[in-house]
Antibody, heavy 112, light 110 residues
Framework: EVQLVESGGGLVQPGGSLRLSCEAS????????MNWVRQAPGKGLQWVAN????????YYGDAVKGRFTISRDNTKNSVSLQMTSLRVEDTGVYYC?????WGQGVQVTVAS | NFMLDQPHSVSESPGKTVTISCTRS????????VQWYKQRPGSTPTMVIY?????PSGVPDRFSGSIDSSSNSASLTISGLQTDDEADYFC?????????FGGGTKLTVL
């Protein structure tokens, strides 16, 4: 059974940093691209970033480019999202996604 | 980059059929697979259609997907509507190595 479990969310002040993690199981993690997607309160889905199997290619949405960094550790079947210079508009639920499988999401709140 | 445009909301009665559209702003809709996700309030999105018209295991055959190159759009059709189908539906496709989502359509079954 595929499982994606996110962690690391919380409340942070504007300008602060937060690191999200996602532990994957139930599939050959090292063979697939991984994605992060977010959803602001009451809004739609917004793709955030993705990373190639070996970590050699990474892409970011325009809203987070230069502030967020995606990484992965294939020895631990995990993918991370380092978020810096956080803004109020980064508030939302962040999902780790592999194809059609998504984690339960983790809440990130940026507020003073 | 392209965008995916969905109607903000649709409504239909139980037992009827509804179709939700997803129009690609540029580039050919057939160039990249389209997926559809269902999301109830407070829940994680779940895939109901992948690769334009394929149903994941467990999704009833009341759900079907198609693409139309003439209108450059994808469609999700739900037949025999049930109150349980009431949710937000999002289309999703790929732009080279990135993901693109439609804005979502709120389906009301009344």
């Amino acid at each position: 059974e595929v499982q994606l479990v996110e962690s690391g969310g919380g409340l942070v002040q504007p300008g602060g940093s937060l690191r999200l993690s996602c532990e994957a199981s139930g599939f050959m993690f090292s063979k697939y691209w991984m994605n992060w997607v977010r959803q602001a309160p009451g809004k739609g889905l917004q793709w955030v970033a993705n990373i190639r199997q070996d970590g050699g290619e990474k892409y970011y949405g325009d809203a987070v480019k230069g502030r967020f960094t995606i990484s992965r550790d294939n020895t631990k079947n995990s993918v991370s999202l380092q978020m810096t210079s956080l803004r109020v508009e980064d508030t939302g639920v962040y999902y780790c996604a592999w194809g059609g499988f998504w984690g339960q999401g983790v809440q990130v709140t940026v507020a003073s | 980059n392209f965008m995916l445009d969905q109607p903000h909301s649709v409504s239909e009665s139980p037992g009827k059929t509804v179709t939700i559209s997803c129009t690609r702003s540029s580039g050919n809709i057939a160039n990249n697979y389209v997926q559809w996700y269902k999301q109830r309030p407070g829940s994680t999105p779940t895939m109901v259609i992948y690769e334009d018209n394929q149903r994941p295991s467990g999704v009833p055959d009341r759900f079907s997907g198609s693409i139309d190159s003439s209108s450059n759009s994808a469609s999700l059709t739900i037949s025999g509507l049930q109150t349980d189908d009431e949710a937000d539906y999002f289309c999703h496709s790929y732009d080279r190595d990135t993901w693109v989502f439609g804005g979502g359509t709120k389906l009301t079954v009344l």
